[in-house]
């Protein structure tokens, strides 16, 4: 199912119970030294999920290191993405070339409380969600949490900037289950030209879930060289 969120291009992995007994490339465990136990072991899960996803573009043996703000260090001529939650978690890869950028999201079905719906979204954004026809019972505000997450690690690792959440704005259409995000202020530098993403979310009784791929021909700016 969650592959189905992605163009066909994309691998989508999920771990299973048996992944959580996986070790880590060397690299990658002195890397989570530093992180709490918890952390460690959402860290290594994350980590197992990418390791099958890039075996299946032929990378073996790559230690995934994180980078600037968290974000994964993917191989050269690599994207990817990475997302755990309770009782969930996966990575998404692909070559880059047709596809520019992805970002992943899972969040547990849960409604967000009003003070935090009016935190992540702008007034315009809260009232075309009113307008929407009858919400899930987790509400739109978890499915907008989830989207604006997929979004920015999405777009962080292309343009090195942060988004709050305020600076973009989305809309949903949920006979698709599907949604737009577009950059709302105009300091926040474009992700190769694009200031308009596309995506697709899933709701089960456990999860709300993500996903936006930016691709080149969504882009007007040729990769950085
Ligand atoms: C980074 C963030 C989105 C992570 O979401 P989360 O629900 O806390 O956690 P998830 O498990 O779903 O995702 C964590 C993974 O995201 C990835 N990630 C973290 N920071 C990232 C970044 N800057 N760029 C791309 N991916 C990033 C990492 O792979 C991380 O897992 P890892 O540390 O084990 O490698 C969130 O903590 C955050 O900072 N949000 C504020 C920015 C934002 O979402 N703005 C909305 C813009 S409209």
Same mark, same amino acid.
């Given at each position: 199912?969650?592959?189905?969120?992605?163009?066909?291009?994309?691998?989508?992995?999920?771990?299973?119970?048996?992944?959580?007994?996986?070790?880590?490339?060397?690299?990658?465990?002195?890397?989570?030294?530093?992180?709490?136990?918890?952390?460690?072991?959402?860290?290594?899960?994350? +980590?197992?999920? &990418?390791?099958?996803?890039? *075996? %299946? /573009? #032929?990378?073996?043996?790559? @230690?995934?290191?994180? $980078?600037?703000?968290?974000?994964?260090?993917?191989?050269?001529?690599?994207?990817?993405?990475?997302?755990?939650?309770?009782?969930?978690?996966?990575?998404?890869?692909?070559?880059?070339?047709?596809?520019?950028?992805?970002?992943?999201?899972?969040?547990?079905?849960?409604?967000?409380?009003?003070?935090?719906?009016? +935190?992540?979204? &702008?007034?315009?954004?809260? *009232? %075309? /969600? #009113?307008?929407?026809?009858? @919400?899930?019972?987790? $509400?739109?505000?978890?499915?907008?949490?989830?989207?604006?997450?997929?979004?920015?690690?999405?777009?962080?690792?292309?343009?090195?900037?942060?988004?709050?959440?305020?600076?973009?704005?989305?809309?949903?259409?949920?006979?698709?289950?599907?949604?737009?995000?577009?950059?709302?202020?105009?300091?926040?530098?474009?992700?190769?030209? &694009?200031?308009?993403?596309?995506? %697709?979310?899933?709701?089960?009784?456990?999860?709300?879930?993500?996903?936006?791929?930016?691709?080149?021909?969504?882009?007007?700016?040729?990769?950085?060289?």
């Amino acid at each position: 199912m969650i592959a189905s969120l992605f163009p066909e291009d994309v691998i989508v992995v999920r771990a299973t119970p048996e992944m959580e007994r996986e070790p880590l490339h060397p690299a990658e465990r002195a890397w989570a030294e530093r992180l709490g136990e918890n952390r460690r072991r959402e860290f290594a899960l994350g +980590r197992a999920c &990418a390791r099958r996803a890039l *075996a %299946r /573009l #032929g990378i073996e043996g790559f @230690a995934l290191l994180s $980078g600037e703000n968290r974000a994964p260090r993917w191989p050269p001529g690599v994207v990817g993405t990475l997302t755990h939650c309770r009782g969930f978690c996966a990575a998404a890869v692909a070559r880059c070339g047709a596809l520019v950028g992805l970002g992943l999201d899972a969040e547990p079905a849960r409604p967000l409380s009003a003070p935090l719906v009016e +935190r992540i979204t &702008a007034e315009p954004e809260r *009232a %075309r /969600l #009113g307008a929407l026809p009858a @919400a899930p019972a987790v $509400g739109w505000g978890t499915v907008l949490f989830t989207a604006k997450e997929s979004l920015y690690k999405c777009y962080f690792p292309i343009t090195g900037a942060f988004l709050g959440f305020r600076d973009a704005e989305i809309d949903l259409d949920p006979e698709a289950a599907r949604f737009t995000a577009r950059l709302c202020r105009d300091e926040k530098p474009s992700a190769r030209g &694009a200031r308009t993403f596309h995506g %697709r979310y899933h709701i089960d009784e456990a999860l709300v879930i993500s996903a936006v791929a930016l691709t080149a021909a969504e882009c007007s700016e040729p990769p950085a060289t």
